[in-house]
């Protein structure tokens, strides 16, 4: 999920945030299927009377997220995104900077993210401490017992299959509670450090700025 900011007054779509946001100021764009359509929905019906928009990959949630009206849903990736200085607040929470497994693709996601915002923009985002090294709870025997929208009584567990540098790949397995597999995701997350996080954020800020009055660079 990206969400993107505005300038001015701080506007945060995020629960943790109270403040109230300015009206008929602000474009936000959120980047993320799952978490972002209720923040942006939450962020309307706060009064937030500017443009909202959400971008994800999965076409699956944003078909759930469309439902919620004046809100505009984009299918695609953060670096495919070709919005040119529209918003100014993008937030992108709730585990998505872990999805960018290599440097080329987080790179690419950061300058796409940074051309979107105007001036003075904000970008917002929240991502996982490596040293939790969460991934060592990722094993069946914590798995967790869920009811899904159709009432089923399922059980979801993970199990990490390797932890290379900084990328962990593991699958998630969704089951019955009696252990038959009905769905297996495989997946690979990306855990970097606050160092290497500012130096791709400086990377990607240097790389917008050079591509200033000689096309989009970074793309
Ligand atoms: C790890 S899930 C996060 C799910 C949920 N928010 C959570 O915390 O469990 C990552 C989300 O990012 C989306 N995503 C994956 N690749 C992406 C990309 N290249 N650009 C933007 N979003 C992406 C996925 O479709 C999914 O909605």
Known sequence: MVHLAVPGPPLCLCP???APPPQGTAAALAVDGTDGPWRLHRAREAGHTGRLCGL???GAALDRASGRGGIEWVLGRAEEAVWEGEFGLAVMASNVFQVFVTDDELRASLAAIRH???DGGRFVFGTR??????WEQWNPANHVDV?????RALRVSHF????????VTFT???ATRAG???RIDRTSLRFLDAGRICAFLGDSASRTRRATGTGRVGR
């Open 172 to 174: 998630g397995t969704t």
């Open 116 to 118: 979107a915002l105007s």
């Open 147 to 151: 009811t899904d929208h159709m009432d």
């Open 129 to 134: 401490n490596p040293q939790a090294r969460a």
């Open 160 to 167: 990490v299959e390797s932890v290379v540098g900084d990328v």
């Open 180 to 182: 038959e597999p009905l």
């Open 16 to 18: 943790l945030c109270s």
């Open 56 to 58: 994800d990959p999965d």
